[in-house]
């Protein structure tokens, strides 16, 4: 089986629900929380955001300000695999942890950040969320695996 892959290039939280994400070490994932010590934690739907460079890259080359890891908000930014073409439903081995992808892209709010910085949002459209499935961790060079069928 030929599973794809994808190489994370920063894993990012935010404290407050808003705001634009920071990178950080390492992030500890966890059943029914999502990521320790981000705002967007919880027993919900979309307890990770998963973004890919290819994306920002996309972006990037239409506007001027710099975007970094962390800018639209996501927890892990990766390389490697179109991310918004998973279905719903399919897992990923993140680190070391298991997540399920739940929703594709998301409504930007009208507020954020970058769209006021830079005129447009890419996560509404490119960004997946994702429930974490067993607990693990993730850091900048751990790979997103697609687990299961061939995608």
Request: charged fraction near 25%; proline fraction near 4%.
């Amino acid at each position: 089986m030929n599973k794809q892959s994808a190489v994370i290039k920063a894993v990012c939280i935010s404290e407050k629900k808003g705001q634009q994400k920071h990178p950080v070490e390492f992030v500890r994932l966890r059943p029914e929380h999502g990521i320790d010590g981000d705002a967007h934690a919880g027993n919900w739907h979309r307890q990770v955001s998963l973004l890919g460079q290819e994306s920002v890259d996309r972006l990037q080359e239409k506007i001027s300000i710099p975007l970094f890891p962390g800018a639209f908000a996501e927890n892990i930014l990766c390389e490697g695999i179109e991310l918004y073409k998973l279905p719903v439903g399919t897992r990923l081995r993140v680190g070391t942890a298991l997540c399920e992808v739940t929703q594709i892209g998301k409504e930007c709010h009208a507020d954020c950040a970058i769209r006021r910085q830079a005129g447009d949002c890419v996560m509404p459209r490119e960004g997946i969320f994702a429930i974490v499935l067993t607990e693990g961790e993730a850091r900048a060079g751990d790979l997103v695996t697609v687990e299961g069928e061939d995608y």
